[in-house]
């Protein structure tokens, strides 16, 4: 199974197939292009990925992931890394409010299921390497499983203690691994990890970027060879390795990666980083989008991910880490699956009339007589609808639409870190900022004011999709804007 | 002949206690300790001090 399978493909609609059989290229003809969705993969895969919201761009409209902070102690130091760090009001990866064991691990996580019927993933992300810490990851799967045996399974590495615990991966059912790699060149590996602690010394230098860069390498290809799906993180840094992920993509596709996911740097001075504190910038959301493009062919990429906490909980654009703190978790649990299993029951149904939804959506695309791609920006809540006020949007899931389709290209943040004593004036401005290269903004509601000043930034908004489901939706407006176009030019 | 952590600049990752031949750091109320009738400096297992090798903070596991 040496083929990357693009998210697009995870989606069942009738123009997302026609373009995924022309990016067919170097896949086996048993294992895609069949007619809809799920049979656009084995059914192994689709089986892994459906309920995966970070594998399946579809499933995180629907579906739940929590992290569990158990495993802090790590093995290599990053230049974007900062292991002081800690702020309950920061959203990003490695920031943690509150280290568990294995065993205050279960209660919360039991506490979260009888609570967010949406959970399907329980991840260990960090703080800390989750492969170099194996001894308290272990332990924690292995009890978190006793109790809710249909809770998936996933963890992220840095990789280079990878190959060590990959049987036991293999054995305890985790199918789903993260391996952070920016880099398959060591040269750029110097710019990016001052050092590395492998077999009882520090190593520094070329030395370290060489030994982590084969150790990844390995890991990815043993993980391969087991069948365990494989999703890779690259942090864009401008400068170092921006234009290399390029050459990394290639590798990694060529050794079986499921999904190759680049996230752009986080970098302020006030994180403490050696990034911030040099003043290494990350890039800008349109940066980010070009580079992606580049790489896509339109396939192959995973851009709904939000850098979640270490400790998060909740939808991936939600996070309700802060209703289980361990001092509102309770001393004795008992996992009930009732909201769980009724939720997916739902959730069945709804994927069924999404689909339907997406795919008149597609036939009415196809008619529209334009050859323009534009972006579309959405407020939502969840669930695949716009249902969002423009006003209470922490986010927008932004995507293209052209008579191909409706493609989802990736979120837009907009509130800023530590927002506090901001007017709301420069909040708007900053939703402007956030906004670059959008054309129109469905919402739930939105107010005059509001509306005017995008107006006045050449974006449009308009609450008249409210409720609809989101591709649906886009597909509306844009049938109306050409028509509307076509009416002024004749 | 033995090494100590400055409790101030310390993360709790416990990657130290990890990595240590002679188990002689534990947690002890919410920070990690050295024993230091315990501590060898690794004398013995390793060429460096394990602990200073690993701890992610510069300066932190030092010669008491």
Known sequence: ?490 | MAYKIITSQCTVCGACEFECPNAAITLKNDLYVINPKKCTECEGHFDVAQCAAVCPVPNTCVPA
């Open chain 1, 1 to 490: 199974m040496a083929q990357l399978v693009g998210l697009e493909t995870l989606m069942p609609t009738g123009a997302q197939d026609m373009r995924a059989a022309l990016d067919e290229q170097g896949c086996s003809s048993s294992s895609c292009g069949s007619s809809s969705g799920p049979d656009d993969m084995p059914a192994e895969i689709w089986e892994k990925v459906k309920d995966h919201p970070c594998y399946s761009e579809e499933a995180h409209h629907y579906f739940a992931r929590m992290h569990v902070a158990v495993a802090p102690a790590c093995n290599i130091q990053c230049n974007y890394c900062n292991r002081k760090y800690d702020c309950a009001n920061e959203s990003r990866p490695g920031v943690v409010s509150e280290k568990l064991t294995p065993a205050q691990a279960r209660r919360k996580v039991i506490s979260v299921a009888n609570e967010v019927p949406q959970l399907s993933v329980l991840g260990i992300a960090g703080p800390g390497d989750a492969c170099y810490d194996w001894r308290k990851t272990r332990e924690t799967f292995e009890l978190i499983s006793a109790d809710i045996p249909d809770i998936k399974l996933c963890l992220s590495t840095n990789g280079l203690m990878l190959p060590d615990h990959v049987d036991e991966i293999e054995r305890m059912n985790i199918d789903h691994v993260t391996i952070t790699i920016n880099m398959v060149d060591p040269e750029i590996g110097t710019k990016i990890y001052p050092w590395i602690f492998y077999q009882n010394r520090r190593w520094t230098g070329l030395d370290a970027s060489k030994i982590l860069h084969e150790r990844q390498m390995l890991g990815l290809e043993m993980l391969t060879a087991r069948g365990i799906l494989t999703k890779i993180n690259s942090v864009m840094i401008p400068g170092v390795n921006d234009e290399h992920l390029m050459e990394v993509n290639r590798v990694v596709k060529s050794k079986g990666a499921f999904l190759h996911n680049i996230m752009p740097l986080i970098s302020d001075p006030a994180h403490g980083t050696h990034y911030g504190l040099t003043g290494q910038r990350g890039p800008r959301a349109m940066e980010l989008k070009a580079l992606q493009d580049k790489l896509s062919d339109g396939t192959k990429l995973m851009r709904h991910c939000r850098q979640c906490r270490a400790d998060a909980v909740g939808l991936l654009g939600e996070d309700r880490g802060q209703e289980f703190t361990m001092d509102l978790v309770a001393d004795e649990v008992e996992y009930d699956p009732t909201k769980r299993e009724t939720y997916r029951e739902v959730v069945a149904e709804e994927r069924g009339q999404h689909i339907a939804a997406r795919q008149k959506g597609d036939v009415a695309l196809a008619s529209v007589e334009a050859d323009q791609a534009m972006l579309v920006a959405v407020a939502t809540k969840g669930g695949g609808r716009i249902n969002q006020h423009f006003g209470h949007a922490k986010e927008f899931q932004v995507y293209e639409v052209s008579p191909a389709g409706v493609t989802f290209v990736g979120h837009r943040k907009t509130d800023q870190y530590c927002e506090g004593g901001w007017g709301e004036d420069a909040t708007l401005d900053g939703v402007i900022e956030a906004l670059e290269g959008v054309r129109v903004v469905l919402c739930a509601k939105i107010g005059d004011c509001p509306r005017e000043s995008l107006s006045a930034a050449g974006i449009e908004a308009t609450d008249a999709f409210a409720h609809d489901w989101i591709e649906a939706g886009i597909s509306s407006w844009y049938a109306q804007e050409h028509a509307s176009q076509a009416r002024q030019i004749a």
